[in-house]
């Protein structure tokens, strides 16, 4: 299925670029079963449910894991200090960056888009790298903050946006944020790994 709306957004060392995209979602369920609106993206702070936040925490950093692996970076881990004003500023629902001394990749989308639709669209940047020519591309550019080696930590959050903010219509905002920051000029060779 082709969302109609989706959009990318990503900032990191200053700086910003946008995109608009269209998202296929034929890939949202993830490969081990657990509570699906974790990876729809219901925002952790609207619900109660301990075991449901621990859930998409765990779904963060074990699916940034498996595709980070793929191009020989190290673990993430859950950074609860970045957490903290990552689903605040989700829940604005302003697309655009935040401005902090972290690096910050954004995606949009209606329908059921969530976290693993932005990861994958994140992701899917890989074939467009140019390892011959290492380097920042605005085309490239969320893939490597997420396959960055020297990258520690993450935090993402998913906002429930009402139709009018980012899109017509109501659309769900992901929000991730990295610690330290990527695409730094002149750091590309070692940072950004080539498929294993």
Excluded at 157 to 173: L, N
Aim: hydrophobic content about 35%.
């Amino acid at each position: 299925m082709i969302l109609p709306n989706a959009l990318l957004l990503f900032i990191s060392t200053g700086l910003v670029m946008g995109a608009s995209i269209q998202q296929r979602t034929d890939s949202v369920e993830a490969a081990e079963p657990y509570d699906e609106r974790t990876v729809i993206g219901y925002a952790l702070d609207e619900r109660d449910d301990a075991a449901a936040q621990e859930d998409f925490k765990t779904a963060v950093v074990r699916q940034h894991n498996e595709a980070r692996a793929k191009y020989g970076a190290g673990k993430l881990t859950w950074s609860d200090a970045l957490y903290a004003d990552t689903q605040k500023w989700a829940n604005q629902c302003k697309f655009q960056h935040s401005g902090g001394n972290y690096g910050e990749n954004l995606a949009a989308g209606t329908g059921n888009f969530g976290f693993k639709n932005g990861l994958d669209s994140w992701m899917s940047e890989a074939s467009k790298y140019d390892y011959n020519h290492p380097g920042f591309s605005s085309e490239t550019g969320h893939f490597t903050q997420v396959v960055w080696k020297n990258t520690k930590q993450v935090a993402c959050a998913v906002g429930d946006c009402k139709a009018g903010t980012i899109f017509d219509q109501a659309s769900k905002y992901v929000v991730c944020r990295y610690s330290p920051p990527g695409n730094y000029q002149g750091q590309f060779p070692q940072n950004v790994g080539r498929p294993q």
